[in-house]
């Protein structure tokens, strides 16, 4: 070997590319460098402070120039300075407060953590765990588009609200921000240190996500997990048109009522020669017109695509949000259709995210646990099979199929026995449930129909529950404890003997499915591929399931929680 370390008669290998920017010396110090929000923030958050400033001295003058008399009153000229010195302190202030409040703002994200540091006075310290994260949203009220600046939000386990918010950044920075953390959370950024499990030290993961680069030769996170990701490409995967959302928004039980209510004021007024019936009308429907354009603005331009790094959702009028749910952190899915949405074949998707149900705005929390605002059974399919990309059976369609409007035992179904069919005569022959290979579906209703699917590893507990009416026809409920939100997966009515073999064979299932489960990285697990000549500039982007690609699953002792209620 020669003294540059060649062999001899071998060429000499050429040096390796240089990167196309600084490779962060990962030897030293892990921690990424603080960051301070965009200037600019203060200001747009607290736009409705300098409003209150402006109306409080400009009312008496707007008043004036209203009823016609002389804008300043006599006098005015000595009061003149102090009014001018007083408004100039107090808005000094509000300044004041303003850029203290962005000055000690910062964030960073090293370490496997994103921290947020701020407060003035009272001192705040936040961060969350990339691998507890639960969805990351991109929000941008209508002042913060104006000004090309975006709100970032992360949603951890047990958050109970947001767990760390940046407000604002500019919009470019909170992409490549939300791109570098899911590269990270997701395993995708993970270094190459330890050795991760199913590969040798210094092998590729067995079955992992394979993403090659770009063609502009961009190097990926997973080889310099300290640099910034390059936002992940994605596929849409479909797009609610705005007549469809009107026509839902005219469909819908408030619209019903309302009409029913307006019917029954004229039927009331024309009897009773009593016009005051009319009135009750304007708050109902004051409080429709809100509600539909509350659900308007948030469902306008709903589009959802797939990518890498999870599914993301955009949405919004005046207000824009970007949501990205990282797959395998939804933890139940219900579909829901109408009476009156039946004839056009019309579903609503809903789901439960741990942070987004716990929110504190009810409204806020209502819009960000929407996947689907209004679709087709095919606009169901496509979304349910980017949130189960294994639904665990080979006739998937016909078993969804038959948990939104099939009967008795279609799909395999199991439903209420015939001698409780007193308890709910209607809906007896509706209320079931079947179970595939990776997850449990639990139909129910005759006129509101719905179908709530909970992922196996996903079910936390269970508790059976029987009333004394119950108990004489023999049957029980049984109830899958998850996440709060919108969605209580809840099986009405079941036989006893069905219901205590579900409570056993589920809770054997769930446990199953989480041995499964071997890390908190959702890309070393399963992530949809996406075809790469649907992205202009990807090359590759694959991904298999780990049992697939090692040949066995790879089980890991887990702590796990208790599963009987």
Do not use: C
């Amino acid at each position: 070997m020669t003294a540059d370390g060649h062999l001899p008669g071998q060429p000499p290998v050429p040096p390796a590319p240089a990167p196309p920017f600084p490779v962060p010396d990962s030897t030293g110090t892990s921690d990424g460098d603080w960051r301070r929000v965009h200037p600019a923030s203060p200001f747009v958050r607290g736009w409705f402070a300098l409003a209150a400033i402006t109306f409080f001295f400009g009312r008496d003058l707007f008043e004036r120039m209203l009823q016609g008399q002389a804008v300043f009153e006599n006098g005015f000229a000595r009061r003149a300075p102090w009014l001018l010195g007083g408004g100039a302190l107090v808005l000094a202030v509000a300044v004041l407060g303003f850029v203290l409040t962005w000055y000690f703002t910062k964030y960073q994200v090293s370490g496997g953590y994103v921290r947020v540091n701020s407060g003035f006075l009272f001192r705040q310290h936040r961060q969350a765990r990339l691998d507890r994260v639960q969805a990351i949203d991109i929000v941008q009220p209508l002042l913060a588009r104006i000004f090309g600046l975006a709100e970032l939000r992360f949603e951890v386990a047990d958050a109970g609200e947001s767990a760390v918010r940046l407000a604002y950044l500019k919009i470019g920075d909170a992409r490549q921000l939300r791109a570098t953390i899911l590269a990270q959370a997701s395993g995708a950024g993970a270094g190459a240190g330890a050795a991760a499990p199913g590969r040798a030290p210094g092998g590729p993961v067995a079955g992992a996500v394979t993403v090659v680069g770009t063609a502009s030769g961009a190097l990926h996170p997973a080889e310099h997990p300290f640099l910034p990701a390059p936002e992940a490409p994605e596929a849409t995967v479909l797009a609610v048109p705005p007549s469809r959302l009107i026509g839902s928004l005219l469909l819908s039980e408030q619209s019903f009522f309302i009409v029913v209510g307006g019917a029954a004021s004229v039927v009331l007024s024309a009897v009773t020669d009593n016009r005051a019936f009319y009135f009750y009308l304007v708050p109902a429907a004051l409080g429709l017109a809100a509600g539909y354009w509350n659900f308007f603005n948030k469902g306008y331009n709903f589009t959802a695509a797939i990518s890498p790094d999870g599914i993301r959702l955009r949405y919004g009028l005046l207000d824009t949000q970007a949501q990205t749910l990282p797959p395998g952190r939804i933890q139940a899915v219900k579909v829901s259709q109408p009476p009156l949405w039946r004839p056009l074949g019309w579903y609503r998707m809903q789901v439960n995210v741990a942070g987004y149900g716990a929110s504190g705005n009810a409204v806020e929390g209502n819009t960000r646990t929407i996947l689907l605002p209004v679709g087709t059974f095919s606009d169901v399919l496509a979304m349910l099979s980017l949130v189960l990309p294994d639904p665990g059976t080979d006739a998937s369609a016909a078993v969804f199929a038959a948990g939104l409007s099939g009967r008795d035992s279609d799909g395999g179904f199991v439903t209420t026995p015939r001698r409780a069919r007193i308890l709910a005569p209607l809906a007896w022959r509706r209320n079931g449930f079947a179970a595939t290979g990776t997850a449990l579906l639990i139909r129910s209703g005759r006129w509101w129909r719905h179908l709530v699917v909970v992922p196996h590893q996903r079910t936390q507990s269970m508790a059976l529950h029987q009333g004394p009416l119950a108990r004489r026809f023999r049957v029980a409920d049984l109830v899958l404890h998850t996440t709060a939100g919108p969605v209580a997966p809840r099986l009405i009515q079941a036989g006893l003997d069905e219901a205590r073999q579900l409570f056993n064979e589920q809770s054997a299932r769930a446990r199953l499915a989480r041995k499964r489960q071997t890390t908190e990285q959702w890309l070393r697990e399963v992530v949809p591929a996406v075809a790469p000549d649907s992205v202009p500039g990807a090359t590759v982007i694959a991904a298999t399931l780990p049992e697939a690609a090692a040949g066995e699953a790879r089980p890991r002792p887990q702590q796990e929680g208790q599963q009987h209620g």
